[in-house]
DNA sequence: CTAGAATTCAAACGAACGTTTGACGATCGG
DNA sequence: CCGATCGTCAAACGTTCGTTTGAATTCTAG
């Protein structure tokens, strides 16, 4: 009942959360994550039950204030007259790109959502699915309304690429690093290279 | 030195891509690999040394083909005056369509890919970029010549997004289906789809 | 201060992993 | 026909995995 910061739990979570970015669920032990973060190796599935409880609490954790700086996001964006298509693309990559570059875990998350999308484990898609899709369904039609001329089906389509585009692009494994910038300004720009190029393509045609 | 269609070997090879593609690297087991390839356990290291050899064959013999597919689709496209963004767009593209379309495998490829990505494993990342990263930058040249205008280091940033993009997208977890459609009309269109999508973005500004 | 709950700990559990072994047929050149 | 190479096989190797156990320790409420 201690919401320390560096409590056992925390320090389970923060470690398992880096590792799994790191490694892959699979491939991340429960021994690599305890002594990482300096508990007993029995302290996972006692404060945890299990490890698959263990990944949906670090998933949930994060996506919990995503989903929710996301929402916040939309429905500023939506207050705006006449709303922009920007600022909607800005509501949904936003919060990720500060997601990624927050204080605890710097780009561990981004590279765990990657990893997500890219897993098969159907459990943790239908996990997603239950209690994220209704974020998604918003963005889809707050999108909708600004391309009205826009084929359901294709609207879709085309989200799934800037998300692929989003996710993919932040997990690391980019080809370019940021020079002389610093952390706060790389983010920015990148947010800003997004957008632009998602708005340009969910214009096309 | 039987290269048979259905030989051990090649037995083992489709196996190991279906369930690397389904369940990843670390959590598809030798025991899953050659119970479904119908051989005996010891066979993968009778003929591909450990697990990991098998690994690098895997993507080896596939993406051998996929980049010969593309520098050759590159070269064609470069050979029309004026080459067109879109022609060296499709170049990248559809290769990567078709072989995640191909008879054997079906989508598996292509979800080894995202998971490759995704993978944080260096020796799977140097791998990959000492044997096919001329491809990258052949690629990089023939858009700088069509966007002279454009920063070298935002080129790449914008072609991390494309790549990211495609990966993603193709990799089974979007949320649209074809529907009514053939497989190589779906093929074609989702190739259109993205070229588009790409093109504008790399236009953007 | 103390009883009881909560937490930590070292140790062990059975299961699954990749790999190795040595025996047993199959195949083939001489 | 035969010796040698190649391929297959069941079995076992040592290691690591997630999880469980029960005692020791720490915390907390009365």
């Known amino acids: 009942m201690n919401p320390e ?5 925390q320090r389970i979570l923060d470690a398992a959360e880096a590792l799994f970015a790191s490694h892959g669920f699979a491939a991340a032990s429960l021994r690599q ?7 007993n190796l029995a302290a996972v599935n006692y404060h945890f039950g299990s490890k698959e409880n263990l990944i949906n609490e670090v998933l949930r954790l994060r996506l919990d204030k995503l989903n929710a700086d996301r929402t916040q996001a939309l429905q500023a964006a939506l207050a705006k007259s006449p709303a922009q298509l920007e600022d909607v693309l800005g509501a949904w990559i ?17 590279r765990i959502l990657a990893r997500t999308y890219a897993e098969q484990n159907e459990r943790l898609r239908a996990f997603l699915h239950d209690n994220y899709g209704h974020v998604l ?5 707050a999108l ?5 001329h826009m084929d359901k089906q294709e609207l879709y389509w085309r989200m ?26 790389h983010l920015a720009l990148t947010a800003d290279h997004l957008i ?6 969910l214009r096309a045609e």
Chains 1, 2 share one sequence.
């Open 5 to 9: 910061l560096f409590s056992t739990k």
């Open 196 to 201: 632009r190029f998602a708005a340009a393509g």
């Open 33 to 39: 994550v305890t002594s990482n973060a300096q508990v």
């Open 94 to 110: 936003r919060p990720a790109l500060a997601a990624s570059a927050s204080e605890r875990g710097s780009t561990a998350f981004v």
């Open 160 to 185: 799934d690429i800037i998300t692929g585009a989003l996710t993919f692009a932040m997990a690391d494994f980019g080809t370019i690093k940021r020079r002389g910038a610093s952390a706060e300004q």
């Open 144 to 148: 909708g309304t600004l391309l009205p």
């Open 137 to 141: 369904r918003d963005f889809a039609a």
